[in-house]
């Protein structure tokens, strides 16, 4: 079965950075495109980030455009979130959620990585 | 950008009832639609995408329905494993646009 874990959260001081991963298991990975999605503490869930299977084609939200850079290495099957000049308004927990077979909707998701962003 | 507006915000049940959430675009999105429940330290979990069809493995209680601006997601013979919250979420064809509702939460009345 799929199986999407993240890592790499934690505590970073406003401007800091952060990188993310997401080990991905139970599916061929070169043939999903892949997504990051936040929920900021008590909030919904805003999207953030898309990179296509063949890691060609990459979208971003206005809200991070500029300062964050998704990523795969399909050789290790991980999903990665660069996350430069954090600011606390990016406090959230960030989860990678796996493309549908028959649409852009999520079929998948992982557990989350609780991402803190103060001083 | 497109908006997604959910009605209600909150909405108390009984375990039995029938309960329907709605989901209204701020443009039409033809039937670009999906719906997800999420509980309490857990991920979101896909149950309805393209607005009607039903997830596998998901419960055959729950249902989807609308096109357009206007959508539906609804649960019969509610069930204690059902008290959640519920997102919309528009997707496009080009993976370019991603928008989720605000969330409507499931409570036992």
């Known amino acids: 079965q799929v199986q999407l874990m993240e890592s790499g959260g934690g505590v970073v001081q406003p401007g800091g950075s952060l990188r993310l991963s997401c080990a991905a298991s139970g599916f061929s990975f070169t043939d999903f495109g892949m997504n990051w999605v936040r929920q900021a503490p008590g909030q919904g869930l805003e999207w953030v980030t898309y990179i296509r299977s063949d890691g060609t084609t990459k979208f971003y939200s206005d809200s991070v455009k500029g300062r964050f850079t998704i990523s795969s290495d399909t050789s290790k099957n991980i999903l990665y979130l660069q996350m430069n000049s954090l600011r606390p308004d990016d406090t959230a927990v960030y989860y990678c959620?796996?493309?549908?077979?028959?649409?852009?909707?999520?079929?998948?998701w992982g557990q989350g990585t609780l991402v803190t962003v103060s001083s | 950008d497109i908006q997604m507006t959910q009605s209600p915000s909150t909405l108390s049940a009984s375990v039995g009832d029938r309960v329907s959430i709605t989901c209204r675009a701020s443009?039409?999105?033809?039937?670009?639609l999906a719906w997800y429940q999420q509980k309490p330290g857990q991920a979101p979990k896909l149950l309805i995408y393209?607005?009607?069809n039903l997830e596998s493995g998901v419960p055959s209680r729950f249902s989807g329905s609308g096109s357009g601006t206007e959508f539906t997601l609804t649960i019969s013979n509610l069930q204690p494993d059902d008290f959640a919250t519920y997102y919309c979420q528009h997707y496009n064809s080009f993976a370019t646009m991603y928008s989720f509702g605000q969330g409507t939460k499931l409570e036992i009345k």
């Open positions: 959620a796996k493309k549908g077979v028959s649409g852009n909707f999520f079929d998948s």
């Open positions: 393209k607005a009607s």
């Open positions: 443009q039409s999105i033809s039937r670009w």
